[in-house]
């Protein structure tokens, strides 16, 4: 996976996990909360507003890189056997904390 260098990459990145997350809400619902996945649907919902909210933060120039960890790192963390593109938003996190090379 290619590491993001400036923050149109890192939006493009965030863009991907957001789309990943609604995919993975579009495969609970039509598997219905019986389903494998179905008792995690609020983790991804939860997921969700998170990058959303992220994204509008760094369109609107109200965020800033480095340092602090992203807002999901703690639901990863708890979480991060049922997230199949966990390694997406560990990259986010990493570049986050560590601002661009």
Known sequence: MHTPVNQEEFLDLLD???FETRDMLSVIESEGEDG???EHAGVFEVLERMLVELHAEICAGHHTFGGS???YTELLARFRSRIPFADVLE???TVQKGRFA
Do not use: K, P, S, V
């Open 91 to 93: 990259m986010l996190n």
């Open 16 to 18: 991907q996990a957001i």
């Open 69 to 71: 960890a992203l807002a």
């Open 36 to 38: 494998e996945l179905g």
